[in-house]
């Protein structure tokens, strides 16, 4: 089975950029929408970004548009590069997958489209 695994966190300095990656250690991503979550301390889950299955459409929350990019390799990774780090970026990132279907584009934002998520890579902006 699909089981996301998160790499790429770290310390980054405020404007520096960063490049998570998320691969499956089960099965391939192949017809699953991917999307990134982050939780930041004592905030809620916040959705980040997310890409169709054939990587034809992307999605970004308010916090990332014209920052951060989604990106996928079609079945085995997908990736999220962040720009203009600052930091309210700190936070744990989540790649999550689900299979992509005819819904997904209206509800991409909804962890609950999500069945496999990963354990979450740090990410500490500092000033």
């Known amino acids: 089975q699909v089981q996301p695994v998160e790499s790429g966190g770290g310390l980054v300095q405020a404007g520096g950029s960063l490049k998570l990656s998320c691969t499956s250690s089960?099965?391939?991503?192949?017809?699953?929408?991917m999307a990134w979550f982050r939780r930041a301390p004592g905030k809620e889950r916040e959705f980040v970004a997310a890409?169709?299955?054939?990587?034809?459409?992307t999605y970004y929350g308010v916090s990332a548009k014209g920052r951060f990019t989604i990106a996928r390799d079609n079945d085995n990774t997908a990736y999220l590069q962040m720009n203009s780090l600052n930091p309210e970026d700190t936070a744990v990132y989540y790649c999550?997958?689900?299979?992509?279907?005819?819904?997904?584009?209206?509800?991409?934002?909804?962890?609950?489209?999500?069945?496999?998520w990963g354990q979450g890579t740090q990410v500490t902006v500092s000033s």
């Open positions: 999550a997958a689900g299979l992509d279907t005819a819904d997904y584009r209206v509800y991409y934002r909804n962890p609950d489209v999500y069945d496999y």
């Open positions: 089960g099965g391939s991503f192949i017809r699953h929408g």
């Open positions: 890409v169709t299955w054939a990587g034809r459409k």
